[in-house]
């Protein structure tokens, strides 16, 4: 899996949780349209996530993701700024300029030692399991507390509970805390090597309390390794031949073989495991947030029968009877969606479209049941023409905003989508066409075709002929 | 304290806060527009009366009545809740979609939840449709008593015989016709009389309630014929002395009189205005079109008193000035008549005392300049007919009016106008700063006048006398 591959991966995870947290603490969210967006998911998971993105994308959660992403990145990165600047501190330190020389069993203890206590530390931490909070871990929930935006802060909260449960908090803390260790040494390797190459130094090696013997045996343990690579032990016999050089090329030879190496090692290690980890991300049906989704999810298979096509067949061939051959069997013919319109005045109008040329499907529009089923229609057929008669003489309001948005958002391309503002007593009425037309255009960002038509004296005939003629 | 909750609900743009202003007597109440969504934040209008307190909560529309519909289905499968209407609501509360898709219907439920009982306003022009029936549905589901309001119910396209079977449909049968821009006198009684029978509880409060506003509306009558009385007093009392026989100068002071009696009814107008609640500085007064229509003519323009049928005097300073009363040397005409006339009706001391003082003026040569009796009639007129509009106009009515003045009945009055005229000194108008800065020199010789006799027992006595009878004037005349 490639990196950004797992990145991506990665994210619908962390989304999913997002919106599961959620859902599993203060309710479900209004999914319809995120159910109808995740139909065409293969499986479970795939449904849980895409309804996941849907959900976030609607409520501003993938903006949340993002700032979090951010957040964690700026500071891993000023992480690794500080460790090098310990690197570099520690370096500077070993190799004091004026004063005599450098202690190498120093550099030694303090480069390596310490370096390999913390490696043996996390090794047997990582063995024995126990849950000890590391500064990370603590660090992480610090500046997740500090956020304040409630979207960001159930972001953060998706992501703390996804990495809890997928246990991916020492892979991830593991490749943290080793790439910085590895920028502190890489860091202190580097500016051992510059002082080293710009200014003379001498090398002392006698200790207050080790021996001439101890100091031996150290040097000879660590000779070991470098030996492989032909290069010759120090000299550390007083009075003995005393080569500067040679020891500063050993020195940084060992820091880099017994200090650098090993934490390479292990932050590739965290590194493969972390993505290992991150590879088996599953959905797990059981937690409660995805269990409930299961009915929707089987639902939905059963929904792709929906009894919507066999009453267009019909609708089509009951039409065809005045217009034989100019309308092919379904998913062509032009659907009229009339949106909160009283029975009656339906009635009229589709006794209207009776008499034109055309064959069109008509649908009531009022309640949320008619809602759906308009919009599965929909989904059947998204190329085809659509008009929406919208009743003028109500306010408008957001219920009716959100179906057109919903209408645009299911593949109602805004060449296919018409608009018709129609105020079917124009006599008596105030006028409140002029709102829609001024609502639409605000609200809704794809450009609309937007008309607006009156049925003066009650002749619908006359409106549905010109309402036809402006459309075609 | 004793206290009732009561919620404004409804859709959107159906006149939930025209309503409100409507039955709070406050033109300023909230935002009123013709476009949705206007009110956005559940705002608070608190009465308080003795020891008990009405809160009416004016609420953001019903927007999406389908979707939270279907929300909360989905919302009650999920959770078991099928049949416990507050429960659903208090999940739907704590839910994701309250702070968002449902935010503003979120709002209109919580403060349902916290009310004693909710006003459901209906724009019964729009015809029933399931939109605003799953916006009842849900409403009914916090298990507080609904009062549906009939709003537009005076409009021809008013469906309100539909709307009620709907309503009948789901077991809500009292229900108030009410339209908040033209209400009749007792659509408000009506109102509290059905809460009353909804809220069992509070029925002594209601209608402890009801009785205290019908209460309030006759004291803002009265006071609004005290505040008419004392612009009457001080108009006919008002008397500026001038000792200059030239013509242009006597035609700057009479212009100097009509300037300070017309910003006299001003400042009654404003008086009046604000006794009702409508605010002057705001759109009110415009909506109102007071600079518009016959109300725009000025108090001293010939037209104006035609108009109203008022006849006017012909004694015109050099045919310049209308309705300014000029009182030459002659003793017996408007001074002798109106003096006796007030003292004999007043038998104070002081009237002979003011008396004598006059005509120490006039021997020595001054002219008196005074309000004509047919300006001071058609100022009762005019305030009279603005009184009666706003008695009956209802705060949310947003178009201009045209004000018709009826002056049957003003020679009644003439006997209050002749009395005050005794009295220069009851006049409060031109001892203020306002005077000063309006011409020093008429200032001066007047403040000779201006002894400050305004509270008068006997001008008081007057004062409450002319209220009284412009009090019965409108009650008969309605
Ligand atoms: N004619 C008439 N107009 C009304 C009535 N109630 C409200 N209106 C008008 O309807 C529009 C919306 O009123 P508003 O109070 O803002 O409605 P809200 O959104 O429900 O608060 C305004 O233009 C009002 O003037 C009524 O009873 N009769
Ligand atoms: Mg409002």
Redesign the pocket.
Known sequence: MGQAQSHSHFLSHWTSAVIRRIEATQGPFADAEAIRHARTASNFEHFVQRRAEQLAQQHQFDQGIRHVTMLLRVSYIALLLFAGLSGVGLAISLTPQQAGAVSVVEAIVMLIVVNGLFIVLWGIANLVGNRASSPLGWGFHHLLSKLRNPVHVNAALGLSQLIQQQRLIRPGLGTIAHSMWLTLLSAAWMTLFVRFVVADYQFSWPTTLLSEQHIQMLVATLHTVPAWFGLSAPNIEQGGSFNPQQTAWWLLTCVLLYAVAPRILCWLGCKLWLRQRVGTLTINPTLPGYSELLPAFEQRQVRVVDPAPAELHMQASSQRKSQPSTQAVNSTVALVYYLDWPEDDYANFRHAWQQQPTAVHCELVNSGAQRQHALNILTQGPNRPLLVVVNARLSPERGSLRFIQSLTKQGASSRQLHIALVNARPETGSQRTEMWREYLTQHVPTPLHIESFQVVDNNWVATVTELNAHWS | MDSIKLAIV????????????TLLRDATF?????Q????RDVSVARVEWQSSVVEWY?T??LEDGVGLYEYLQHLAQRQQLRHDGPKLLQQFLASPEADASYAQEAKVIRQLLQCDAGLY?I?TRDPVLAKFQDELAILSMAARPLLPIL?????PESQQSAWQQALANVNLHAWVA??????EAQGEALIYANLATLLPTRRALLSAWQQEIQQRRTQRQHAASQIIAELIVDCSALRLHTTTQDADALNQQVNDLQQLVRQREQHATNSLFKLYGFSVDSVDINALQLSQGRWQHDLFNPHSLKSFGIQTSKVAAGGAAVGAGIDVMMLGTTLGGATLLGATLGGAWQSWRSYGQRVKDKLRGYRELSVETSVLKLLVARCQQLTRHLDSRAH???SPSTLTVDTAELADFEPFFEHARGFPGWSSIASAEQFQRFQPSVATTRSRLASRQNDDPERQHLVDKLAQRLTLQRIESK
């Open positions: 409804g859709h959107t743009n159906v006149g939930k806060t025209s309503l409100l202003r909230g935002q009123v527009s013709d949705p969504s206007t009110t004016d953001p529309g306003v724009d709003n537009f119910s005076s409009s009410f339209d908040s821009v033209t209400p949310a009515n947003q």
